[in-house]
Antibody
Framework: QVQLQESGPGLVRPSETLSLTCTVS?????????WGWIRQAPGKGLEWIGTVYHSGTAYYSPSLKSRVTISVDTSKNQFSLKLNSVTAADTAVYYCARRRYAGPFDPWGQGTLVTVSS | ETVLTQSPGTLSLSPGERVTLSCRASQSVSGDYLAWFQQKPGQAPRLLIF???NRATGIPDRFSGSGSGTDFTLTISRLEPEDFAVYHCHQYGRSPWTFGQGTKVEIK
């Protein structure tokens, strides 16, 4: 059974870059799935950030596209998120998740809280 | 972008009651690619329903989904104590993938 686990700093300073990694276990990241990042600000709904295929092709939310990079490392069975020029509005729980083509995100990692503060 | 509006924002109910949650899309959801998730405090969302009406693996049959086009419904036939949570709808038919703002089902 596939499992996903987010890791990375819990505190990032304003204007800096948020970097998170999702480690996939129980399945190869090179199988025919897409790997994505979703976030949830405190008291808010879920927001899709972006998705990557094992080939490295990535798709981003138009609202975040200018600040986001999602990449994949097949040798480590991981994919990563970089969000630059962060502000307090980027404070959220960040989730990684898997989705098949024409399918919903499932399963999800447990999530990691990232706070943007000086 | 397809905006999903869930109603109501909060429902206060008792165990054993029937629940109906609504999710309305700003445009037709392509392929009826609409999912429902359950989220409990401190936990990741759990997939309940995909394709508007298909239960995910291991989901009890008291959960059912219906609807098409722009109007979708999640029904819980009889609330169990473990069902008190936040429910999110999610469309994955047209990028950017979007989510509703959630409906909280709380104990009355």
């Amino acid at each position: 059974q596939v499992q996903l686990q987010e890791s990375g700093p819990g505190l990032v300073r304003p204007s800096e870059t948020l970097s998170l990694t999702c480690t996939v276990s129980g399945d190869s990241i090179t199988t025919d799935y897409y790997w994505g990042w979703i976030r949830q600000a405190p008291g808010k709904g879920l927001e899709w950030i972006g998705t990557v295929y094992h080939s490295g092709t990535a798709y981003y939310s138009p609202s975040l596209k200018s600040r986001v990079t999602i990449s994949v490392d097949t040798s480590k069975n991981q994919f990563s998120l970089k969000l630059n020029s962060v502000t307090a509005a980027d404070t959220a729980v960040y989730y990684c998740a898997r989705r098949r083509y024409a399918g919903p995100f499932d399963p999800w990692g447990q999530g990691t809280l990232v706070t943007v503060s000086s | 972008e397809t905006v999903l509006t869930q109603s109501p924002g909060t429902l206060s109910l008792s165990p054993g009651e029937r629940v109906t949650l609504s999710c309305r899309a700003s445009q037709s959801v392509s392929g009826d690619y609409l999912a429902w998730f359950q989220q409990k405090p401190g936990q990741a969302p759990r997939l309940l329903i995909f394709g508007a009406s298909n239960r995910a693996t291991g989901i009890p049959d008291r959960f059912s989904g219906s609807g098409s086009g722009t109007d979708f419904t999640l029904t819980i036939s009889r609330l169990e104590p473990e069902d008190f949570a936040v429910y999110h709808c999610h469309q994955y038919g047209r990028s950017p993938w979007t989510f509703g703002q959630g409906t909280k089902v709380e104990i009355k």
